[in-house]
């Protein structure tokens, strides 16, 4: 992307709505001279200007978005991303694509974003969370996220938000408390934890993952809640027994056969009960379980690659059970929970970052599913996950040697 070419667009876009360079300059706060040097490609606006004139002509952050290819410009044939680089080029990226990738409706209002971000389906309140949160990870705040919290606000039902399958959806829930919770003022503390309750029942503790994804959130809300420490409860206790080290498999119900220790849930486990205990909780018990399981994780020979597994999801009254598909981006989960363990190896966590990297799409700065799925979730989990070991290992290049741009 040239200069020249913002200018052609900057051009296009004026005429298009009808007005005069007077008008345009007027209206963003510049001189005339000003827009003629940027719409002749001489000078690039700056990222101030750049926005303000995207949020004039409604560009949904196009305009931007060239703006800022033609201030960092890619060599041509694919140039590498280098130890050089910096995590903030990463995160600048994933916010940009973000944010074009945010739908809007037909008065240019935004309104959230669709599960797999490369369909034209409707936006839904898991991915709309998920975009919400990883904004606020990535430090972007380059859209107006006023009208996406109202609408995703007003979806909530007696027992919280569902997903695209309707019915109950703990981890929906809780993934849209904890956005709204973090970004605005629409939802408390109490009622946020009532509707995580109300999205709980006695299937949920049989699966570490919902409980983990919950115990998060209402962490983050209340960490001396009665539910914050029973979800640290359940979480403990669903655990199952392997040669005499409890962990945490895919789930933990009566008949189980042949059971097999799972990392992601794991890696999820570790990381929800490390926040719990950063609040100041003195239990030794999650701590012993703690230190056995990152311990398993460091010892962990096996690749960090993503799994999926089946959730029958019980509904209230007589409707008939969800069965809802989960996947896990597990060497992210991985991450976080190396990010925050005393002596790990540069080896093991470098091997969890590799596999991290792998499922990164340089071209569109976001992370992808092996189907070629771009589901938001996955960005979401990778950013967090590289924040985490950025804070914990501030001296260690988190970059691949070679991740091409």
Partial sequence: MT??????????????????????????????????????????????????????????????????????????????????????????????????????????????????????????????????????????????????????????????WQGRSKGRRPEVTSAVVDALFHVSTVLTAAEGLELLEHSLDDYSRTRPFLLATALRTSTRLRADAALTRRLADDLLAARLDFDGTPLWGEKNEPGLVAPVPSTAHTARAVVALREFLRTGEDRADVQEAVKVATQWLIDRTHPDDGIMEDLLLPQPGSRESVRVNIKHFTSAWVVQALAEAPQVPAARLSRALRSLWERYEPGLGLWAWGSGDLPIWMTLDAVTALRAAALAFPARSLLPPLAAE
């Fill in 3 to 160: 200069v020249g070419e913002v200018g052609a667009e900057l051009r296009r876009l004026r005429k298009a709505a009808g007005q005069t360079q007077a008008d345009v300059a007027q209206i963003i706060g510049v001189s005339r001279a000003n827009l003629t040097q940027w719409e002749t490609g001489r000078y690039l606006p700056s990222g101030m200007h750049a926005q303000l004139l995207d949020d004039h002509f409604r560009a949904a952050n196009a305009l931007v978005e060239l703006a800022e290819a033609a201030r960092s410009p890619v060599p041509a044939g694919g140039a590498a991303l280098s130890t050089d680089a910096s995590l903030l080029d990463v995160f600048r990226r994933a916010g940009h694509s973000l944010a074009r990738y945010l739908i809007r409706d037909e008065n240019g209002r935004a309104v959230g974003w669709r599960h797999n971000l490369q369909q034209h389906d409707e936006q839904t309140a898991h991915a709309t969370a998920c975009g919400i949160s990883a904004m606020i990870v990535l430090g972007e705040p380059r859209i107006d996220l006023h009208t996406v919290v109202e609408r995703l606000y007003a979806k909530r039902s007696g027992f919280g």
